[in-house]
């Protein structure tokens, strides 16, 4: 019994100093209070599997659809729905970069009040040629009014507005990009929306659009819509 017992005060006055002697289940684990830390070089796969595996892979997904992006963030997204060899076409680059507001358009007079009319970049990413998802397939281009109405691209007018120099479809080569545009025709209080892309994977993207003209192209995109 004597031995027993000095053998246990050695073995406890031997772990004071160190953090992993415990036998509970919280062996391994960070201590309460303080949080592990992903970047050290001193790591060992297991442990950063174990405490880091599911940050990494959280940052890894990008940006978040259900919450708005800003104009001019790019986004990877599914292409169009293949109907022979699997539920999507291909992987686009899609990054909208202005928004103007105009009564008219292209020859065109807005039925509600103004065209919202978007130009963005279409970038094929892989070695596939890929395409935008289309409405007939539950997919593409909304704009969400701030009292939360949607309106699509065949509302109104807004088909028949076409800028030149931009195309508003069709398929991307692989390794190439498009300048396109969409159109919106809204109301003077549906201004200041969500701009809103569901893919061929059903994910829809969104991004926040400022009430008035803003982007990089606007110069060239009221000379196109002229």
């Known amino acids: 019994m004597r031995t027993r017992t000095l053998t246990l005060a050695a073995t406890a006055l031997l772990c004071l ?3 992993a002697c415990s036998s509970d289940d919280s062996e391994g684990q960070p201590k309460a209070g303080k949080t592990f830390d ?7 796969q297991a442990e950063w599997t174990k405490h880091c595996g599911d940050k990494a892979a ?15 963030k790019g986004i990877e997204t599914i292409g169009s729905p293949d109907p022979f060899e699997g539920p999507g076409g291909g992987v686009l680059e899609i990054t909208p970069t202005t928004v103007i507001y105009s009564k008219s358009a292209t020859g065109e007079t807005a039925e509600n009040g103004a065209f919202a009319i978007i130009t963005y970049k279409a970038r094929s990413t892989k070695a596939v040629a890929a395409a935008e998802s289309a409405p007939i397939e539950n997919g ?13 691209t065949q509302t109104g007018n807004a088909t028949n507005v076409t ?9 991307v080569k692989p390794g190439t990009y498009q300048w396109r545009t ?9 201004r200041g929306g969500t701009l809103t892309y569901t893919d061929g994977d059903d994910t ?23």
Request: with cysteine; hydrophobic share 30%; glycine share 10%.
């Open 182 to 190: 969409q159109a919106f025709d809204i109301t003077t209080a549906q």
């Open 163 to 171: 800028p030149n120099g931009y195309t508003s479809g069709g398929t």
């Open 140 to 152: 593409g281009w909304e704009w969400v009014a701030p009292d939360g109405q949607a309106v699509d």
């Open 17 to 19: 100093p160190l953090a």
């Open 204 to 226: 829809t993207w969104r991004w926040t659009m400022p009430a008035k003209d803003t982007g990089p192209e606007l110069t060239k995109l009221k000379t196109a819509i002229d």
């Open 58 to 72: 959280d940052t890894a997904k990008g940006p978040d659809p259900t919450k708005p992006m800003a104009l001019g």
């Open 38 to 44: 992903c970047t050290s070089q001193d790591t060992t």
